[in-house]
């Protein structure tokens, strides 16, 4: 470990000692928080030249070298790097997203949580987490999620009937109404929910039908049909005569317009008596 020279040895670098037969060492320097430090070939203390790594827990970055080595001096070339906290700074939402547990900052492992407004859907994940890339930066996972606006299916237009409204997003309504002749069975309007579904009954047009009109007895009825707009004439058999309307229509709320005839007995007034004469 050295050249003799007048009045001892001439130690090398790293060599000690009266005849240069120690080696420099260098003693346990410690670990950084939240990290650890390999130890030496032989374990600590660490042999000149010898080099020690630092490393960190999961969830946290290394600040500084990640070595150090042992120097002829007896002390390691570097003190021990900090090992911080990997963090991830929440993303500002897209239109209509709604964060439920808003904060500035969160930490490795942790997750942020989305929701949408009222009327909107989430389209993308419904949780990030707060990871780290190759260098021990903090990145989230996935990607910002968006809230789309809610929407039911277009309705079917009724046969024989109209469908006004052609929005169909989340508290919007489409009205219905049918043709003359016919009548609404179900909801008159429908209403988006928030669900995407439409809320009322889907309506249909059915004919309006008046029922079969009373046949007077002694008498007669003549239909085509009982439609709406349809006509009903009424006759009486010979001795009698019609009491009451000829004909009936079948009007919009599926009724006659007036009450049915009767067949009365046809009475002949008294003839009276002649003149300056007797009956």
């Given at each position: 470990?050295?050249?003799?020279?007048?009045?001892?040895?001439?130690c090398?670098?790293g060599?000690t000692?009266q005849?240069?037969?120690?080696?420099?060492?260098?003693?346990y320097?410690?670990?950084?928080?939240?990290?650890?430090v390999s130890?030496?070939?032989?374990?600590?203390?660490?042999n000149?030249l010898?080099?020690?790594q630092?490393?960190?827990k999961?969830g946290?970055?290394?600040i500084?070298?990640?070595?150090?080595?042992?120097?002829a001096n007896?002390?390691?070339?570097?003190r021990?790097?900090?090992?911080?906290?990997?963090q991830c700074?929440?993303?500002?939402?897209n239109?209509?997203?709604?964060?439920?547990?808003?904060?500035?900052?969160?930490?490795?492992?942790?997750?942020i949580?989305y929701?949408?407004?009222?009327?909107?859907k989430?389209?993308?994940?419904?949780?990030r987490?707060?990871?780290s890339?190759?260098?021990g930066?903090?990145?989230w996972?996935?990607?910002?999620?968006?809230c789309e606006?809610?929407k039911?299916n277009?309705p079917?237009?009724?046969?024989?009937g109209?469908?006004?409204?052609n929005?169909?997003?989340?508290?919007q309504?489409?009205?219905?109404?049918?043709?003359e002749?016919?009548?609404?069975?179900?909801?008159?309007?429908?209403?988006?929910?928030d669900?995407?579904?439409?809320?009322?009954?889907?309506?249909?047009c059915e004919?309006?039908?008046?029922?079969?009109?009373?046949?007077?007895?002694?008498g007669?009825?003549?239909?085509?049909?009982?439609?709406?707009?349809?006509?009903?004439?009424?006759?009486?058999?010979p001795g009698y005569?019609?009491?009451?309307?000829?004909?009936?229509?079948?009007?919009?709320?599926?009724a006659?317009?007036?009450?049915e005839?009767?067949?009365?007995a046809?009475i002949?007034?008294g003839p009276?008596?002649p003149?300056?004469g007797?009956?």
């Amino acid at each position: 470990g050295g050249d003799i020279a007048d009045g001892g040895c001439a130690c090398r670098k790293g060599f000690t000692g009266q005849c240069c037969q120690e080696i420099s060492v260098c003693p346990y320097i410690g670990k950084p928080a939240n990290g650890q430090v390999s130890a030496p070939t032989g374990g600590f203390p660490g042999n000149y030249l010898e080099v020690i790594q630092y490393t960190c827990k999961e969830g946290y970055t290394l600040i500084g070298e990640d070595y150090a080595i042992c120097q002829a001096n007896g002390t390691w070339s570097r003190r021990p790097p900090k090992c911080e906290l990997i963090q991830c700074a929440a993303e500002g939402p897209n239109p209509n997203v709604e964060l439920l547990n808003s904060r500035a900052v969160f930490a490795f492992g942790e997750s942020i949580y989305y929701g949408c407004k009222v009327g909107f859907k989430l389209v993308g994940p419904k949780s990030r987490t707060c990871e780290s890339d190759l260098v021990g930066v903090g990145r989230w996972t996935g990607f910002n999620p968006l809230c789309e606006a809610v929407k039911c299916n277009p309705p079917i237009e009724p046969i024989n009937g109209k469908k006004q409204g052609n929005d169909y997003r989340y508290g919007q309504k489409v009205s219905f109404s049918c043709n003359e002749g016919f009548t609404l069975v179900g909801s008159e309007t429908l209403f988006c929910s928030d669900m995407g579904q439409w809320i009322g009954n889907m309506p249909i047009c059915e004919r309006i039908v008046c029922e079969a009109p009373f046949v007077p007895r002694n008498g007669e009825v003549m239909i085509a049909s009982q439609h709406y707009g349809s006509t009903a004439i009424f006759g009486c058999l010979p001795g009698y005569r019609l009491n009451g309307p000829k004909a009936l229509f079948c009007e919009e709320g599926g009724a006659w317009n007036d009450t049915e005839p009767k067949c009365d007995a046809a009475i002949c007034k008294g003839p009276g008596s002649p003149e300056n004469g007797y009956k």
